[in-house]
């Protein structure tokens, strides 16, 4: 079983920072993809940052600029930093890894429970 896990939420005033942290665990033989999404209320989830194994990062224009991902892969971990936060970045951030758990090279998803980010305005 993998688990996922994401800390570092909580309020911040606009253009204020955050970095958040997700760690991932359990029976993995190799985790090929990481990454940040988020939902608001009443919206879809959307992709905030990934990064792949080979350390390649993807941000859309919402948040690029302003967010960066990075990944420290001795320890299973995604972080996501990010700056000038906007109210509209107000949404609960959920973390999203793509794992090989054995040797046969089948792929699997796993979501984290969530992390509140709310910025006031």
């Known amino acids: 079983q993998v688990h996922v896990v994401e800390s570092g939420g909580g309020l911040v005033q606009a253009g204020g920072s955050l970095r958040l942290s997700c760690a991932a665990s359990g029976s993995i033989f190799k985790i090929n993809v990481m990454a940040w999404y988020r939902q608001a209320p009443g919206k879809q989830r959307e992709l905030v940052a990934s990064?792949?194994?080979?350390?390649?990062?993807n941000l859309p224009d919402s948040t690029k600029g302003r967010f960066s991902v990075s990944r420290d892969n001795a320890k299973n971990m995604v972080y996501l930093q990010m700056n000038s936060l906007k109210p509209e970045d107000t949404a609960v951030y959920y973390c999203?890894?793509?794992?090989?758990?054995?040797?046969?090279?089948?792929?699997?998803?796993?979501w984290g429970q969530g992390t509140q980010v709310t910025v006031s305005s």
């Open positions: 990064v792949n194994s080979g350390g390649r990062t």
């Open positions: 999203y890894v793509v794992v090989q758990r054995d040797y046969t090279g089948s792929n699997f998803q796993y």
